[in-house]
């Protein structure tokens, strides 16, 4: 989250990186997957068995989301204007305005990322899945696979080229919201040893998370 710093990891745990030493709040003794925080105030959590957070601005806490949704990790969320997507294992996808769930899709295939910054946006999963929207999530269509990987994260900056992926394997490429054609990212280690977690963008600057450490370009 590059809103103010929250991050989330195993055991529970949120992060808040502050001027000093960071912050550690224990808000679950399940893992935690993934934040969205549009904004400083306005900030969700998600992760395994249910575990859905809202920031309380008031109490300056996280208040558990009252769960009317089938059990599952929750892997990844992202939204857009009022409203929140939660995807996760079991293919799951729900929608959250705020007060009332709506199941967007169903499928068996484990979504694992997802990233919505505007009217476009897209999911990722397992064996090479991705949905892509283009109306703030209104719709979202299945791209034919091309290739079998597990996908983990997903960035999007353009609708052409600027879609970014990473995954197993040290899967790391660009490519289009229909994910038919994909370009390498020079400079980037894609050993079969790699698992990619994460990716985000500083301005230009590219951000990746693997397992084990964290690689910059």
């Keep these: 989250n590059t809103t103010d710093g929250t991050a989330v990891c195993n055991g529970g745990n949120v992060i808040k990186l502050t001027s000093g030493a960071p912050a550690n709040t224990t808000i679950s003794t ?9 904004s400083t105030t306005v900030k969700y959590i998600s992760g395994a068995n249910n575990s859905l957070f809202k920031y309380n601005s008031v109490t300056l806490g996280w208040d558990p989301i009252i769960i009317l949704i089938p ?17 996760g294992s079991k293919g799951l996808l729900y929608k959250y305005n ?19 910054p505007n009217l476009n946006g897209m999911i990722v999963g397992d064996k090479g899945l991705s949905l892509a929207t283009r109306n703030k ?3 979202w269509t299945y791209n034919t696979p091309t290739k079998t990987d597990n996908f983990k994260r997903t960035w999007v900056k353009d609708t052409t080229a600027g879609v970014y992926i990473v995954g197993d394997n040290g899967f790391v490429k660009t490519t289009g ?6 370009g390498v990212i020079p400079g980037l280690p894609t050993t079969a040893g790699i698992v ?22």
Excluded: C
């Excluded at 967007?104 to 694992?112: A, I, S, Y």
């Design 98 to 116: 705020g007060t009332s769930w709506a199941n967007t899709l169903k499928n068996t295939v484990q979504l694992n990322g997802m990233h919505l």
């Design 71 to 87: 059990s599952a990790d929750y892997n990844a969320l992202s939204g857009y204007s009022s409203n929140v997507y939660f995807a």
């Design 177 to 182: 919201l229909d994910a038919s054609i994909f």
């Design 196 to 217: 990619y977690t994460d990716i985000w963008f500083n301005d230009e600057t590219i951000g990746l998370a693997s397992v084990g450490t964290s690689l910059y370009r």
């Design 137 to 139: 999530g209104s719709l």
């Design 30 to 38: 399940q893992n935690l997957y993934d934040v969205y925080a549009p």
